[in-house]
Nanobody, 116 residues
Framework: QVQLVESGGGLVQAGGSLRLSCAASGRTFRWDTMGWFRQAPGKEREFVAQISWTGGSTYYTDSVKGRFTISRDNAKNTVYLQMNSLKPEDTAVYYC?????????WGQGTQVTVSS
C-alpha cells in the first residue's frame, strides 16, 4: 500500500504564502512524477504542478507560473509546493499525486483558503 500524506494547508490573506508538503510512505516506488492538483468548489480537479522524480523537470499550469515552485526530496520521498503571492482564486483543496505509469496514487487533500 502507498500512502500520500499532505500537510501545510490553511487560511491566508491574499498576497501571502503557504508551503505544502506531501510525504509518500508504505510501498513506495521510483516514481515517474509527483505533483499537485487542486479542486475548487463546483469545479473539476485541475493540474497545478509536476516534477519528474529523476531529472527534476518541472511543469506548471499557466495561472501559477512565477508564483508557485515545486520541489522534491528524493531521500525523504517528499514533494513540496511553495505558493507565493496567493490569490483568492487559488482557494481549493490541493491533492498530491504520485505517478508510476500506469498507476496513479492520491493523497487525501489539504484545504487552502485565500481571503481577499
Amino acid at each position: 500500500q502507498v500512502q500520500l500524506v499532505e500537510s501545510g494547508g490553511g487560511l491566508v490573506q491574499a498576497g501571502g504564502s503557504l508551503r505544502l508538503s506531501c510525504a509518500a510512505s508504505g510501498r513506495t516506488f521510483r516514481w515517474d512524477t509527483m505533483g499537485w492538483f487542486r479542486q475548487a468548489p463546483g469545479k473539476e480537479r485541475e493540474f497545478v504542478a509536476q516534477i519528474s522524480w529523476t531529472g527534476g523537470s518541472t511543469y506548471y499550469t499557466d495561472s501559477v507560473k512565477g508564483r508557485f515552485t515545486i520541489s522534491r526530496d528524493n531521500a525523504k520521498n517528499t514533494v513540496y509546493l511553495q505558493m507565493n503571492s496567493l490569490k483568492p482564486e487559488d482557494t481549493a483543496v490541493y491533492y498530491c499525486n504520485a505517478r508510476m505509469a500506469p498507476y496513479d496514487f492520491w493523497g487525501q487533500g489539504t484545504q487552502v483558503t485565500v481571503s481577499s
